[in-house]
């Protein structure tokens, strides 16, 4: 089983940045890991995934240009660089992992699910 724990969440004001960390661990063999967030009464949403080589990227467009997906597969890590950060961005937002290797933006995809971290901007 694949644990993930997420890390850096935090509050910031509106143009601020905030790095947040996922950590896989447990039997470790997934592929594609993504980033979904869950703003207030809002379903979750796809943000971003990144292949297994980070060779693929996806990201929705209302993140396009802000937000950075990298991974280091020798720390099993999956990390969300979030700049500019505007306040409808304030949400939970989850660390996923799949066994497959489709890049995709579909919840159902994804395998395993961290916990959340709260991200908060102010206006």
């Known amino acids: 089983q694949v644990q993930l724990v997420e890390s850096g969440g935090g509050l910031v004001q509106a143009g601020g940045s905030l790095r947040l960390s996922c950590a896989a661990s447990?039997?470790?063999?997934?592929?594609?890991m993504g980033w979904f967030r869950q703003g207030p009464g809002k379903e979750r949403a796809f943000v971003a995934a990144i292949s297994f080589t980070g060779g693929l990227i996806t990201y929705a467009e209302s993140v396009k240009g802000r937000f950075t997906i990298s991974r280091d597969n020798k720390k099993d890590t999956v990390d969300l660089q979030m700049n500019s950060l505007k306040p409808e961005d304030t949400a939970v937002y989850y660390c996923a992992a799949q066994r497959g290797i489709r890049v995709g933006n579909a919840s159902r995809e994804y395998d395993y699910w961290g916990q959340g971290t709260q991200v908060t901007v102010s206006s």
């Open positions: 447990g039997r470790v063999g997934v592929n594609t």
